[in-house]
Structures are given as C-alpha cells and as structure tokens.
C-alpha cells in the first residue's frame, strides 16, 4: 500500500472495506445531520453497483430522522426498477429498510421510452430535493467514469460543462444495458460534500493516473478532483 505522505489530506485509506464502510456511513450521517439540524431537510445522493452494498446495510440501520431525508440516484441504467440490473432495485434492497425505509426516494427512471427524452421530466422531480445536495457519494470505474459520464460516451462534453444548469442528461454506456441516465457534472457538483469510493489496488491505480494532468473527458474523474469549490474525499481499502 503506498505511503500516506505521499498523499494529500483528501484520501482516507483503511485496512480493509469493514473499517472503510463504518467510517463512510459515519460521514454521511454527520452530514445529513448537520442538513437536518438546519431545518432545511438532508438530501444524499448515491450510486449504483454493488460496491456500496455494504455501506447501504449499515446506513439502513442509522438514527437519523429519515422522513426528513431525501435520497436519490447519480445514475441509472434504462431498465425496469425490478431489473437485477437497476440501482434502484439495489437501493431499495439495501438502504430503503430498516429504520431507513421511511427515507424519501426519487428515483430517475420513469416511463418514458429513453433516458434522452426522460432526462427533463427527471430532472424536475429530483430538482425538488433540498440543494445543495447535502452529501454526493460517488463510484469510479475502471475508465475513470462516475456515474454514467463515460469516456468517448455521445454528449459527454455536454454533460461535462461546468457552466451548464444542473440536469439530468442521456447518456450511452459501454455495456449492456447501454441506455443510462445521469445527473450531469453540474448537478454532481450542487453539493455541500463529496465523497468517492474506490476499492482494491486496480481503482487505486486508476485514481492515480486521473490526478494526473491530461483531459476531463479522457477520464471524468478528474473534473471532480480538480475542482476546488467542493469538499471531497476519496475513501479506499485494499
């Protein structure tokens, strides 16, 4: 494992994905806390995959007064909600539950035919959540992708436009299911606090090579780590 001063303050790295997923859970809680004591509402924002599994299970567990919390997807594949293949689903079965279940939930697949003509109908329901977003969690594939802002995806420059309005955007993905839909990096952006989780020596190396210099949109990861405007952190074990 590298050594931590080789890193800055940003990175938080664990021994192993138990201690990763307790502390994480801790930091989502303190920020939905701190939404919730300002009597604005909390908003948490998360992703798909089965990485975060874990870290669902435990939230699903947290004391928190969760009628006043608002969840919602960073990105979703274009399938039914009971697909295996759909965030929603994974969401509901590990986070939406518990003391969770009376969590408020947008999800961002709905029935029109396409992501492209869904996006602003989408939009407009997660738009109604408290923003910022009071804790954005977020994946990284092994491309350097987060959410469904892929390299060389149709409309990623677009959706990649720091000065365009927050939205939901169309996007193509480079695996079936292909059809996605995600916030764009505007609305990722509309946030009080970052966090991306990574796990295992392969991400770690990918994160490395995206803090490198070189473009945004060879690796969208880096538009997240280059930004300065917005608490974030990455948290990684082995």
Same mark, same amino acid.
């Given at each position: 494992?590298?050594?931590?001063?080789?890193?800055?303050?940003?990175?938080?790295?664990?021994?192993?994905?138990?201690?990763?997923?307790?502390?994480?859970?801790?930091?989502?809680?303190?920020?939905?806390?701190?939404?919730?004591?300002?009597?604005?509402?909390?908003?948490?924002?998360?992703?798909?995959?089965?990485?975060?599994?874990?870290?669902?299970?435990?939230?699903?567990?947290?004391?928190?007064?969760?009628?006043?919390?608002?969840?919602?997807?960073?990105?979703?594949?274009?399938?039914?909600?009971?697909?295996?293949?759909?965030?929603?689903?994974?969401?509901?079965?590990?986070?939406?539950?518990?003391?969770?279940?009376?969590?408020?939930?947008?999800?961002?697949?709905?029935?029109?035919?396409?992501?492209?003509?869904?996006?602003?109908?989408?939009?407009?329901?997660?738009?109604?959540?408290?923003?910022?977003?009071?804790?954005?969690?977020?994946?990284?594939?092994?491309?350097?992708?987060?959410?469904?802002?892929?390299?060389?995806?149709?409309? #990623?420059? /677009?959706?990649?436009?720091?000065? $365009? @309005?927050?939205?939901?955007?169309?996007?193509? +993905? %480079? *695996?079936?299911?292909?059809?996605?839909?995600?916030?764009?990096?505007?609305?990722?952006?509309?946030?009080?606090?970052?966090?991306? #989780?990574? /796990?295992?020596?392969?991400?770690? $190396? @990918?994160?490395?090579?995206?803090?490198?210099? +070189? %473009? *945004?949109?060879?690796?969208?990861?880096?538009?997240?780590?280059?930004?300065?405007?917005?608490?974030?952190?990455?948290?990684?074990?082995?």
């Amino acid at each position: 494992m590298p050594a931590a001063s080789n890193y800055d303050a940003r990175e938080r790295r664990f021994p192993n994905s138990g201690t990763l997923m307790e502390a994480l859970a801790a930091d989502i809680v303190a920020s939905l806390q701190d939404g919730l004591a300002a009597g604005r509402g909390a908003s948490l924002v998360v992703p798909g995959g089965h990485t975060p599994a874990p870290l669902f299970d435990r939230l699903s567990e947290a004391t928190l007064d969760w009628p006043s919390v608002w969840v919602t997807l960073t990105d979703e594949r274009w399938v039914d909600t009971q697909s295996s293949a759909s965030n929603e689903r994974l969401v509901r079965e590990h986070l939406l539950r518990n003391a969770a279940a009376h969590a408020q939930f947008v999800g961002l697949k709905n029935a029109l035919p396409d992501p492209h003509t869904a996006a602003g109908e989408t939009w407009s329901a997660v738009a109604e959540l408290p923003r910022p977003f009071d804790f954005v969690l977020l994946g990284m594939g092994d491309d350097g992708h987060v959410a469904s802002l892929f390299p060389d995806s149709p409309g #990623l420059a /677009v959706a990649m436009d720091s000065a $365009a @309005t927050p939205g939901c955007v169309g996007m193509t +993905g %480079p *695996a079936a299911p292909r059809a996605r839909l995600s916030l764009n990096l505007r609305a990722l952006l509309d946030s009080r606090r970052i966090g991306i #989780l990574i /796990v295992g020596e392969a991400k770690w $190396a @990918t994160y490395e090579r995206a803090r490198a210099r +070189g %473009p *945004a949109v060879d690796m969208p990861v880096r538009a997240l780590l280059a930004q300065q405007n917005v608490p974030l952190t990455v948290y990684w074990s082995p």
